[in-house]
Each structure stands twice: as C-alpha cells, then as structure tokens.
T-cell receptor, first 118, second 114 residues
C-alpha cells in the first residue's frame, strides 16, 4: 500500500522568510514519481514540481527547491523568500504506474496550510 | 479553453437525490481521473479512464457512484441517492497519457448534500 505523510498541518511565516514543507512516503514500487501541488483558496490544484524515483538530484527552480532522499523516503519542498501569494495548501503526492505506458492514481498527503503574512 | 473544466462548480442536493458532475478534460488527453476531496483533507482517488475504458474504479466508495466516458473525452460522475457523507469537492484531472506524468486538475465541483 502507498502512503504519504505530511506531518505539518499549518506553517505561518512572515514575508521573505523561507518555508520548508516535509513529506514522507511509503511504497513498495521501485519506480514511482513524487509531486508537489499547490491549492490556493480558489481550489484548483496547481502543479509545482515532479521527481522520479531514480533521480535524487536536488534542484532549484526559481524560489522553489526540493530535497529528495530515497534512503529516508522523504521529499521535502522549500519556498525561498516567501511572498503573500504563496499562501495556500501544499500537497505532496506519490504516483504509481497504471499500465505499461501510463501513470496516475495519485496518493496525496493531507496537505500543509502555509500562511504568509506581510 | 486550455484547461480542464468542470460543471457545475457548486451543487446542492437533498439527501436521496441523484447528481451528475461533468468533466471536460484538456483536448486530446488520454487519461482522466476523478478524485474526492473532503474538507481539510487531500484528494482521494476514485476512478481512472484511459480513453473510454475505465481501467480502475477501486476508489469508488459504493455502488451508488458511477462514472463514464463514452467517447473518450467528456466524463460524467454520477452519484445516486446522495448521502450527507458524499459532501465534498470532486476533482477531475487529465493527462496526455503515454510518458506524461503530470495531471492537470480542474477547479472542482463542490457538492453539498443537505
């Protein structure tokens, strides 16, 4: 069975502070994808980043960066120099293979509410 | 329209009524997913279509839930004899399928059963 745990329910920061969101996952699959999605108050899930299980290289994309450690089954996400517009619920998700050539069936964590105040 | 659209955006139903929720995926997207998101929770998988074939319906909570995608594009999620526990946001997502991993989500339909 797959499981995604986001232990932080809510994080409050002041603008320009960095925010790190924790994600721990469980899966028996050897090949899988991990994602971070953002859900602003409007409700639509917005794709942020993706990482496959074979690539543990950590990267930075603009103000976003991530730390994928397969040994500890963690996929943490950092927003640098937070802004008020970053206020949203952030979901970590694990994707498994559906067929030989398609992926999906996300297992989402419970989400972390990020509140950025001016 | 470039994104996934869903209608209606809001639906209020009395307990026992049937409802139908519509999803228009991104044109040409092969894969389509339905998720249920209860208040304060992450989305939970309901069912998956590849073109018109429903390949996985393991997440449907009961036989009152039924989904279809007859022509491989628009999909409808139907809930019969709605119950209060069905109140949630129903999200639809699509992806281009082969070798594509991101799912693009619609805005959701908020269903309230009174």
């Amino acid at each position: 069975a797959q499981k995604v745990t986001q232990a932080q329910t809510e994080i409050s920061v002041v603008e320009k502070e960095d925010v790190t969101l924790d994600c721990v996952y469980e899966t028996r699959d050897t090949t899988y994808y991990l994602f971070w999605y953002k859900q602003p108050p409007s409700g639509e899930l917005v794709f942020l980043i993706r990482r496959n299980s074979f690539d543990e290289q950590n990267e930075i994309s603009g103000r976003y960066s991530w730390n994928f450690q397969k040994s500890t089954s963690s996929f943490n996400f950092t927003i640098t120099a937070s802004q008020v517009v970053d206020s949203a619920v952030y979901f970590c998700a694990l994707s498994k293979r559906m067929t030989t050539d398609s992926w999906g069936k996300f297992q989402f964590g419970a989400g972390t509410q990020v509140v950025v105040t001016p | 329209g470039a994104g996934v659209s869903q209608s209606p955006r809001y639906k209020v139903a009395k307990r026992g009524q049937d409802v139908a929720l519509r999803c228009d995926p991104i044109s040409g997207h092969v894969s389509l997913f339905w998720y249920q998101q209860a208040l304060g929770q992450g989305p939970e998988f309901l069912t998956y279509f590849q073109n018109e074939a429903q390949l996985d319906k393991s997440g449907l909570p009961s036989d009152r839930f039924f989904a279809e995608r007859p022509e491989g594009s628009v999909s409808t999620l139907k809930i019969q004899r709605t119950q209060q526990e069905d109140s949630a946001v129903y999200l639809c997502a699509s992806s281009s399928g082969t070798d594509s991993y991101e799912q693009y989500f619609g805005p959701g339909t908020r269903l309230t059963v009174t």
